[in-house]
């Protein structure tokens, strides 16, 4: 190659390569700073696209999980008006049992009855009472509710549905009951039987509400944990290999600072030439 100097042809390739390893010296600052391997669509446009959609479904999951767990909370509500529900029958029918026997004078089952309405108001007071974040439970008015467990629109496979039975007097056929005289102790004494028999079926609903929803929660933790660690393995960025890369562009950089000087010193040396 000719000397001349009006181009400095070394120089030139110089800088074009010193700006090419500082802008990889760039990026791989970026990237590991940021701790990600796909900073823009650019670095890895099919990546990015999967990376955001495994992302969201993370994020959908973990709400999913929530919403599992609060489901789980609403129903140990209703399983704990319940329980209390059951032990007030009990004493309701301890005070059955003791009205019927025929040793009572009236006025003594007067005394039994007193506390006998008094306990069957009490029930419907916690049917009305026991209640989880504005939702009543145990009135009849929830009905079925329906707990978002995944992240899709498929209510057999995204959605767990459980039943929550009334528990007032009236539903469990307790409503006017009373224990005046030996008759209406003995019927109530049945009546009494068939609800705690109701109770308890209405608690084996919700216990294994409570189940499905621990077993959905754990299934769904297992999930996010996957599907996050196959997002991380897209976009995030492999420590011990970004620095390795670092070391590389920084060498690079270093190597073209040093040439591009060298060759611009070239021009000196032909001056020599011309004194």
């Known amino acids: 190659m000719a000397l001349n100097g009006v181009s400095n042809f070394g120089a030139n390739m110089a800088h074009r390569n010193l700006r090419k390893s500082s802008a990889g010296l760039s990026l791989s600052l970026a990237k590991l700073s940021a701790g990600r391997r796909v900073l823009s669509a650019k670095d890895d446009a099919a990546a990015m696209a999967i990376g955001a959609r495994l992302a969201a479904e993370t994020s959908g999951l973990k709400q999913a999980q929530i919403n599992a767990g609060q489901g789980s909370s609403m129903l140990q509500v209703a399983d ?6 059951n032990d007030v029958l009990t004493r309701m029918k301890s005070l059955a049992v003791q009205a019927g026997s025929g040793s009572l004078s009236s006025a003594g089952r ?5 506390e006998f309405q008094a306990l069957a108001s ?14 009543k439970l145990l009135d009849g008015s929830s009905g079925s509710i329906d707990f978002k467990i995944g992240t899709g629109a498929d209510p057999s496979s995204d959605e767990l549905s459980v039943s929550l039975s009334a528990t007032t007097t009236s539903a469990l056929s307790l409503g006017g009951a ?3 005289a030996k008759g209406n102790a003995d ?3 049945g009546a009494i039987n068939n609800a705690i028999d109701t109770i308890q079926i209405a608690r084996t ?3 294994a509400g409570q189940s499905r929803l621990e077993f ?10 996957n599907t996050e660690a196959a997002r991380s393995g897209l976009i995030d960025l492999d420590i ?12 690079q950089y270093q190597a073209g600072i040093s040439m591009l000087g060298k060759a611009n010193q070239q021009s000196k040396h032909l001056l020599r030439l011309l004194i």
């Not at 704990?80 to 529900?85: H, L, Q, T, V």
């Not at 011990?240 to 060498?251: E, R, V, W």
């Open 122 to 135: 009490e029930v419907d007071r916690i049917s009305e009472d026991t209640e989880f974040a504005g939702t």
């Open 216 to 225: 959905a929660s754990a299934n769904i933790a297992t999930a996010i944990e």
């Open 80 to 85: 704990g008006g319940m329980a209390r529900i």
């Open 205 to 207: 609903q919700v216990g």
């Open 110 to 114: 007067s005394a039994i009855n007193t």
């Open 187 to 189: 019927a109530a004494i």
């Open 240 to 251: 011990a290999a970004g620095t390795s890369d670092l070391a590389n562009k920084s060498t």
């Open 178 to 180: 009373d224990v005046l």
